[in-house]
């Protein structure tokens, strides 16, 4: 069954980069989009942008070019996005996620989470 | 860009009770409209996918109409499990997501 597996929380100085992993299994990783998702408390969800693992492909939400950049590993089947020049405004909770396969719609599939904590 | 706007931005029902959301769009987004439930710690789950597609193991309780611009999501009978947030999202250009719902029982 697909699954995607997010690395762990992270805390981070303000300033710093941050790269967080997203693992997928049970299915084939290049031929799917993941996409990403920022969370932070009272700020509802917002999309940050999706990769084609296979091409490289990615298309990102206006507000987070500069501060998001997305790669992925075939040999691993691992997708990753680097956030950069973090601030506290970028303290929150990061999903990736997986269109699904019956009824192609998006976000069918979610990982765990990763929690971004900025703070000196 | 498209804009999403959710109201209520919380509520208060009662257990048994028939609860909407609705969600308008900043342009017609062509029934490409799903919703969402979120509960705490957790990752969100879609419940609608297509402004009135039940995914597969949601309960029937949960219903989604609409059209262009206007959207809703109905729980015809609420139940104790169904606190949570809910978001919808428009995913006919990008993706866009509502600011939330949430949903407490009174």
């Known amino acids: 069954q697909v699954q995607l597996q997010q690395s762990g929380a992270e805390l981070m100085k303000p300033g710093a980069s941050v790269k967080i992993s997203c693992k997928a299994t049970g299915y084939t990783f290049s031929s799917y989009w993941i996409e990403w998702v920022k969370q932070r408390p009272g700020h509802g969800l917002e999309w940050i942008g999706e990769i084609l693992p296979g091409s490289g492909s990615t298309n990102y939400n206006e507000k987070f070019k500069g501060k998001a950049t997305f790669t992925a590993d075939t040999s691993s089947n691992t997708a990753y996005m680097q956030l950069s020049s973090l601030t506290s405004e970028d303290s929150a909770v990061y999903y990736c996620?997986?269109?699904?396969?019956?009824?192609?719609?998006?976000?069918?599939?979610w990982g765990q989470g990763t929690l971004v904590t900025v703070s000196a | 860009d498209i804009k999403m706007t959710q109201s209520p931005s919380s509520m208060y029902a009662s257990l048994g009770e028939r609860v909407t959301i609705t969600c308008k769009a900043s342009?017609?987004?062509?029934?490409?409209l799903s919703w969402f439930q979120q509960k705490p710690g957790k990752s969100p789950k879609t419940l609608i996918y297509r402004a009135n597609r039940l995914v597969d193991g949601v309960p029937s309780r949960f219903s989604g109409s609409g059209s262009g611009q206007d959207y809703s999501l109905t729980i015809s009978s609420l139940e104790y499990e169904d606190m949570g947030i809910y978001y919808c999202l428009q995913y006919d250009e990008f993706r866009t997501f509502g600011g939330g719902t949430k949903l407490e029982i009174k």
């Open positions: 342009q017609d987004i062509n029934s490409y």
């Open positions: 996620a997986r269109r699904g396969d019956y009824g192609n719609y998006p976000f069918a599939y």
